[in-house]
Antibody
Framework: EVQLVESGGGLIQPGGSLRLSCAAS????????MSWVRQAPGKGLEWVSV?????YRYYADSVKGRFTISRDNSNLDLQMDSLRAEDTAVYYC???????????WGQGIQVTVSS | QSALTQPASVSGSPGQSITISCTGS?????????VSWYQQHPGKAPKLMIY???NRPSGVPDRFSGSKSGNTASLTISGLQAEDEADYYC??????????FGTGTKVTVL
């Protein structure tokens, strides 16, 4: 069974750091393209970051310089520094069997930035 | 990168057809055939419905179809069913090598 399971979320004060992890299992081949996508309360989906199997990484302007994406085999991480209230959201790990679309998603994990 | 523009809501009766538009620019929707569509039920993770403008993943009913003309992509649901009531989001690859989602459309089955 294909699974993506996120961990590491929680409540953090503004300016703090948090590291999200996504454990991938059941895939027959390593993904070429994995991303983090977030959804603020009552809002739409927002793409956050991507990492290619080659190591190339890209970020949304809203998180550039504060977030760092990395991967180790089938696991995906997101290091989030200098967190702001507007980073409060459910964060999804997403896997692509090709490029530029996501056919597998994790269940999502809540990150709340508040004092 | 600004979100792609979608109508806030679309509604239809069971059996009818509806179309959701997704408007971007030549830097995203119009420049690449990398538009995808996602369905999201409340409290659930998104589900891929269409990729690369018009391709349907296995398991997605053929009632769902996608197309593109210029800077606007469209998702059509034919033979609308009660379980199609959900939020729908488009997404596109961009010239900056990033991705951008649409503003989202709430589909209501009357």
């Amino acid at each position: 069974e294909v699974q993506l399971v996120e961990s590491g979320g929680g409540l953090i004060q503004p300016g703090g750091s948090l590291r999200l992890s996504c454990a991938a299992s059941g895939f027959t081949a390593s993904s070429n393209y994995m991303s983090w996508v977030r959804q603020a309360p009552g809002k739409g989906l927002e793409w956050v970051s991507v990492i290619y199997s080659s190591g190339y990484r890209y970020y949304a302007d809203s998180v550039k310089g504060r977030f760092t994406i990395s991967r180790d085999n089938s696991n995906l991480d997101l290091q989030m520094d200098s967190l702001r209230a507007e980073d409060t959201a459910v964060y999804y790990c997403a896997h692509s069997s090709g490029y530029y679309f996501f056919d597998y998603w994790g269940q999502g994990i809540q990150v709340t930035v508040s004092s | 990168q600004s979100a792609l523009t979608q109508p806030a809501s679309v509604s239809g009766s069971p059996g009818q057809s509806i179309t959701i538009s997704c408007t971007g620019s030549s830097s995203d929707v119009g420049g690449y055939n990398y538009v995808s569509w996602y369905q999201q039920h409340p409290g659930k993770a998104p589900k891929l419905m269409i990729y690369e403008v018009s391709n349907r993943p296995s398991g997605v009913p053929d009632r769902f179809s996608g197309s593109k003309s210029g800077n606007t992509a469209s998702l059509t649901i034919s033979g609308l069913q009660a379980e199609d009531e959900a939020d729908y989001y488009c997404s596109s690859y961009t010239r900056s090598s990033t991705l951008v989602f649409g503003t989202g459309t709430k589909v209501t089955v009357l």
